[in-house]
């Protein structure tokens, strides 16, 4: 039987699908100079449109007929601008025909948007109960961007809540991995991730609360940076729990080359506020001091969760490539991320996800919102059973699911002073006890997971929810590709234990484990660079050093992922 909240839930899903189909299918298709524009960066594109190599429409034209690509390829697209994009750029050269001036350093460079608000158009986060609601206003952050004259073509897809990392709603679909699309494109900013590696746009713009910046640039072999809390706004960017502040979300770049993350940043940090109420940190990018020789530690393992071979292997060439540069890098244990988890779903958790789930109405619940969800709402005498149960095989996840529940102010009070020591204590052990220029890590245990992955396996996040816990700035690099000969599980994935129990056995144990070489061949790989807090410029400064040593024949930058699939297709 189905109910009329049913037939009002499918209702939507058709026509908002049904709308974006129409959009798409009246695009324009590519031009001549499509390969040139699109293997272009920030800057170059830019200057050719100064130089005249290219129009602004040109430039616009190009980015959109390849968005349209990677749309039909990854179902990456929600809300389609394009009509209004195509006016702006027609502007654009008008002005630019008769002054001969830019309208700014943007001038004409397409740009993404995952779930900030843009007048005209609805931000719904994949709740069918936000769809007809178009924004009033634009976020400060497409403000400022189009003051700067770029221009926004596309809005991409996340998932339901944005509280995973697998991107699947029921309004938009799931997003598939461009690299392989049996695997997810990360989350929450999944649809950024798949528009970007297949060129769909110059950079795009995501938030971050527990990695939703970094893992869909690591899964799709591109670039991220998670700043600081403050250096960007957040005036119109959405959120299912407004007002919730005990983990800060940030904004942030997502991009194809280290060169137009910082392009992005100098522009935008500091950024007048244009009259919003709104507050950034009113600090403008700083030139970081000339480092001539890097101090960096390093890890493999966070102690919650195993890194794969994959994985380990990625880190491992990153320090080769520093080491052979002449920079120190040194192999550090950090403490245990356990206790950073702990907080980290101990303080979302305290209203059992109430305020998250209120949005859903008729829609399905994400299978990935399961385990954290309803685990919330158990009640006191079951949750306490569980752990009892748990807790002789796997202390650690018997500790996390003991946290996962409604709490008290008191009790939400005692979480965030344990957050605040846990911060300081981080800063003492890692940063102060090595005195580090910055950090190497891994992103996640695993270089992707496979649609469904994230239903079981959803403490993988703590290798990036441990920098949102003490906010640190990081940015994410591709570093290579998995590769089933280098790349095997060896005995000790198979025969000892480590960490979460049940998740390791999840990842490397079981009968189809999510960890498969052999699957993912050819499938990026990236790591995190960690820097102090605020120090956001120098993890910028690093990335470029370990990009530049790690060398640009591994396959990873603006035009190289969307050629190959064209050739591919072409043969």
């Not at 200057?47 to 690509?69: C, F, R, S």
């Not at 591109?222 to 959120?239: E, F, H, M, N, Q």
């Not at 100098?266 to 009259?275: A, D, E, N, T």
């Not at 960890?515 to 990026?524: E, F, H, I, N, S």
Request: glycine share 8%; proline share 6%; charged share 20%.
């Amino acid at each position: 039987m189905w109910s009329l909240g049913d037939y009002d839930y499918k209702s939507i899903v058709q026509s908002k699908r049904a709308e974006r189909t129409r959009l798409i299918s009246a695009a324009p298709k590519s031009g001549s100079k499509q390969k040139a524009i699109l293997s272009a960066g920030t800057t170059a594109l830019v200057d050719g449109i100064k130089n005249g190599e290219w129009t602004a429409t040109e430039v616009l034209e190009a980015y959109v007929a390849q968005a349209v690509v990677a749309h039909e390829m990854t179902n990456c697209a929600t809300e389609v601008l394009f009509d209004q994009a195509l006016r702006t750029a027609r502007t654009l050269d008008e002005e630019f025909s008769s002054t001969k001036r830019l309208r700014g350093p943007l001038h004409g460079v397409p740009f993404s948007l995952k779930v900030v608000l843009v007048s005209g158009y609805d931000a719904t986060l994949g709740f069918t109960r936000w769809a007809n609601r178009p924004a009033t206003y634009n976020a400060a952050i497409v403000d400022q961007l189009l003051s700067l004259g770029a221009i926004p073509i596309i809005k991409t897809n996340v998932p339901q809540t944005m509280f995973s990392f697998e991107c699947n709603n029921p309004l938009w679909g799931r997003t598939t991995n461009p690299y392989n699309s049996k695997y997810t494109s990360g989350g929450s900013s999944g649809g950024e991730g798949a528009l970007l590696a297949m060129d769909g746009a110059v950079f795009g713009v995501g938030t971050d609360s527990g990695g939703s910046l970094r893992m869909p640039a690591a899964y799709c072999g591109i670039y991220s940076l998670k700043p600081t809390s403050g250096r960007l706004s957040r005036y119109g960017a959405c959120s299912p729990a407004p007002g919730f502040e005990a983990i800060d979300t940030v904004s942030g770049p997502l991009a194809r080359s280290v060169e137009d993350l910082e392009t992005f940043c100098r522009l935008m940090f500091g950024r007048p506020r244009l009259g919003l109420d709104d507050y950034p940190i009113p600090l403008s990018y700083r030139e970081p001091k000339v480092i001539n020789k890097l101090r960096i530690g390093y890890y493999k393992s966070d102690g919650l969760i195993r890194s794969s071979p994959a994985n380990r292997r990625a880190v491992e060439e990153a320090v080769a490539a520093l080491r052979k540069q002449g920079h120190e890098c040194i192999e550090i244990e950090i403490p245990d991320a356990t206790e950073a988890m702990e907080i980290f779903l101990g303080l979302t958790s305290a209203d059992g996800y109430e305020k998250m789930t209120s949005h859903l109405g008729s829609d399905p619940m994400d299978k990935s919102l399961w385990l954290p969800v309803y685990s919330s709402r158990l009640p006191g005498f079951l949750r306490k059973l569980a752990v009892q149960v748990i807790k002789p095989f796997d202390a650690k996840f018997a500790l996390l699911v003991g946290a996962i529940r409604k709490k008290s102010v008191r009790e939400y009070n005692s979480y965030i002073s344990k957050k605040n020591q846990w911060n300081t204590m981080f800063y003492k052990e890692v940063w102060d006890k090595h005195a580090l220029d910055g950090i190497i890590a891994p992103v996640q245990g695993l270089p992707q997971v496979p649609h469904g992955g994230a239903e079981d396996a959803g403490l993988l996040a703590i290798g990036t929810i441990l920098y949102n816990v003490v906010d640190s700035p990081v940015g994410v690099l591709p570093v290579s590709h998995v590769d089933p000969s280098k790349d095997h599980l060896e005995d000790a994935w198979t025969t000892e234990k480590y960490g979460a129990a049940t998740v390791d056995h999840e990842l490397y144990k079981s009968k189809k484990p999510l960890y498969d070489p052999q699957a993912m061949a050819g499938m990026p790989i990236g790591i995190q660079v960690v820097g102090r807090k605020y120090e956001d410029e120098k993890v910028i400064a690093m990335m470029r050093i370990l990009d530049q040593a790690l060398g640009s024949e591994r396959g990873f930058g603006p035009g190289i992922l969307s050629a190959r699939l064209r050739a591919s297709k072409d043969s």
